[in-house]
């Protein structure tokens, strides 16, 4: 049975990369979301194995209030249900700092930033937090 990761992101064109290299050279099955509800579901629910984030989501909100991948990964990490499942963040912004600083500010597991364009070091990234099943 194949690993289950969830995209949260919300530009096609990465998604559609994310989900062709994940599917057909990784193996693992995808799933693509950007409703904060679904994500919190399916995260509590123990049908996903990882997460890849978007930090600047532009339509994504939460009880009325429109929120980004970083106030999302707070609330993955501080539920126990689904604290323990890894969450790799995705973001353009990628200055100088902004890596160690969005890992401590959520509590995720890896960073990578974009545009990601070269399929096996994306795979590698992604095996870093969700490896191969032996």
Avoid: C, W
Avoid at 62 to 79: C, R, Y
Wanted: proline share 5%; charged share 25%; net charge negative.
């Amino acid at each position: 049975m194949p690993q289950k990761i969830l995209i949260v992101e919300d530009d096609a064109i990465n998604v559609k990369f994310m989900n062709v290299v994940l599917t057909r050279k990784g193996g693992y099955e995808v799933h693509v979301s950007e409703d904060v509800e679904e994500i919190l579901q399916l995260a509590a629910s123990g049908a996903i194995d990882a997460i890849i984030m978007d930090i600047s989501l532009s339509r994504s909100s939460f009880e009325g209030h429109k929120v980004d991948g970083i106030v999302i990964t707070q609330m993955l990490k501080a539920n126990p249900a689904t604290a323990k499942i890894p969450v790799m963040l995705a973001t353009a912004h990628a200055m100088f700092g902004d890596r160690e600083r969005f890992i401590a500010e959520t509590g995720a597991e890896h960073y990578i930033s974009k545009p990601i364009h070269d399929p096996d070091l994306f795979l590698a990234e992604v095996r870093r937090i969700l490896p191969l099943p032996s």
